[in-house]
């Protein structure tokens, strides 16, 4: 238990005097070494009063997210030893085996609900990624992120480099106004069509004043997490239908 102490020392100064690191898997490995080895007070009297050397605070450090998940909302990337496990992962490298679209970064978080996430927000990107899904591990969520960007039209099933389409448990194609232009609800009808496994979906400020009702009441039966446009929807006959089903999924919209 001395050498943990002091190991966890050692790592707490260098975290302190850096500021830098990142909370990806090696550090959860490393968190969850620490707090197997301990018992529960020892745990939460490192977590609430580990001072370091010549100083007289307590240790207070708060983990740097990758931007893949920094603004998640309902997240805490809090102390250390706290954190939502959710939150550590890291980096695809040549052993995971996965070609990363242009443009874009891709993490995996193997520990807990393992998922692969291929991010491309803010990338000026015009058209959707393009990936294979032959060498995404069986069992993993697929989780694309293009928000912030200029798509110009949506893809639908079928269409070459797609594929992922089909296995995609979540999507966010938040700020994506096509350039100024409006998208015809029936693109995105059939582009939400060819994803029956979402289970999360953001779709703020796309600019849409309508949303196709029954590709979004068959999504819902799935739908953990909804981020619907805000300023855009028209409240009129053909949007009497999304008053109910709102109503219906209160618990799972969070914007």
């Known amino acids: ?84 496990k959710s939150l550590f992962i890291c980096k695809l490298t040549d052993d995971d085996k996965f070609e990363c679209p242009l443009r874009c970064t891709c993490y995996a978080r193997h520990h807990f609900e393992p998922t692969l996430f291929v991010y491309c927000a803010n990338r000026g990107i015009k058209a959707m990624p393009q990936f294979s899904i032959s060498n995404i591990p069986d069992g993993y969520n697929l989780a694309v992120n293009v928000a912030h960007n200029f798509i110009e039209s949506f893809p639908i099933c079928g269409d070459d480099g797609y594929e992922w389409l089909s296995v995609a448990t979540s999507i966010n194609i938040d700020d994506n106004r096509q350039g100024g232009t409006k998208t015809p609800v029936d693109q995105l009808e059939q582009f939400l069509h060819c994803m029956p496994k979402l289970t999360k979906l953001c779709m703020v400020d796309t600019g849409f004043e309508h949303l196709p009702q029954g590709v979004m009441e068959n999504l819902s039966k799935n739908l953990t997490a909804i981020e619907l446009p805000q300023d855009t929807l028209v409240c009129d006959c053909y949007s009497y239908w999304l008053k109910e089903w709102l109503q219906k999924l209160a618990h799972k919209v969070t914007r």
């Open 1 to 84: 238990l001395a050498a943990i102490f002091s190991f966890v020392r050692i790592f707490l100064e260098t975290v302190d005097q850096t500021k830098m690191l990142f909370c990806d898997c090696a550090l959860y490995r490393f968190r969850e070494f620490v707090l197997n080895q301990m018992d529960d007070l020892v745990s939460q009297y490192v977590y609430t009063n580990f001072v370091l050397p010549n100083k007289n605070e307590t240790f207070n450090w708060v983990c740097r997210p990758y931007p893949v998940l920094q603004n998640q909302t309902n997240k805490s990337f809090g102390p250390f030893l706290k954190m939502d």
